[in-house]
């Protein structure tokens, strides 16, 4: 993406931000509307003010609520010149501290993070086959051959010709490959073609794939967030004050 694009895209985000703030701001509690205010002052600097780098703009457009980074960028930055947003970023801790973007990966990345999953987990099984006595082996046989078809099903034909909903649908999950197992077709010793049937498997899984959550959804989560977590803190000082 270009400078002048994502440059563009930053400021659009900043105003949806004052926007959701102003309307979700409670206007019978000063400190709110003072709050707003400052809010007010930050989008103001942050649009007509401030010179981005690239890589400011960048960092900032990677956050849920853009303007509120940016407020508490300018709330505690201690250089003595300007705001080197980055520099801050870094200093506040702000990558652990406030919500990020949930990135939208092609279709080409997507399965490639399953298969890197995938082999995580059959990393993890492996190893605690290698705990497991010979009759739990033995006890385990089926479960063992169908998650070594699944893994070889899933890294070779799957990733060759990817139904995109199905990676959706296996990358909710820490452990897609005991996800696939519990759908695939009993195993047995005696010729079932676990790899052929696990096509007409998947595709009769009812995947009710949950769609990407837009910007302004994002955002209002950030901020009933922050909203909780500044009445907790209001809650407990006044407790404390009793």
């Not at 505690?76 to 990020?100: M, Q, W, Y």
Request: charged letters at 30%.
């Amino acid at each position: 993406m270009e400078y002048r694009e994502a440059l563009g895209i930053l400021r659009n985000r900043l105003d949806d931000s004052l926007t959701q703030h102003a309307a979700e701001t409670d206007k019978s509690d000063i400190g709110e509307i003072y709050k707003l205010q400052e809010y007010s002052e930050t989008h103001y600097y942050m649009k007509a003010v401030h010179d981005y780098t690239a890589a400011e703009v960048e960092a900032l457009l990677s956050f849920v609520d853009p303007l509120e980074v940016a407020f508490w960028c300018r709330e505690e930055n201690t250089h003595e010149v300007g705001l080197p947003i980055c520099d801050i970023l870094k200093e506040i801790n702000a990558d652990s501290r406030f919500p990020k973007m949930t990135p939208e990966l092609s279709p080409e990345d997507k399965v490639h993070t399953l298969v890197i999953r995938l082999g995580k987990n059959l990393y993890e099984y492996q190893e605690k086959l290698q705990t497991w006595s010979n009759q739990q082996l033995i006890d385990h046989s089926e479960e063992i051959a169908a998650t070594m078809a699944a893994y070889k099903y899933m890294t070779e034909e799957f990733a060759n010709n990817p139904p995109e909903h199905i990676a959706d649908y296996l990358l909710q999950f820490e452990n897609p490959l005991a996800v696939l197992c519990e759908h695939w077709p009993e195993c047995t010793l005696f010729g079932v073609d676990v790899i052929a049937d696990i096509k007409d498997e998947i595709k009769d899984l009812q995947v009710k794939r949950e769609q990407p959550k837009s910007v302004h959804e994002q955002l209002k989560e950030a901020s009933r967030s922050v909203q909780e977590q500044t009445k907790s803190e209001k809650k407990q000082r006044g407790d404390g004050a009793r």
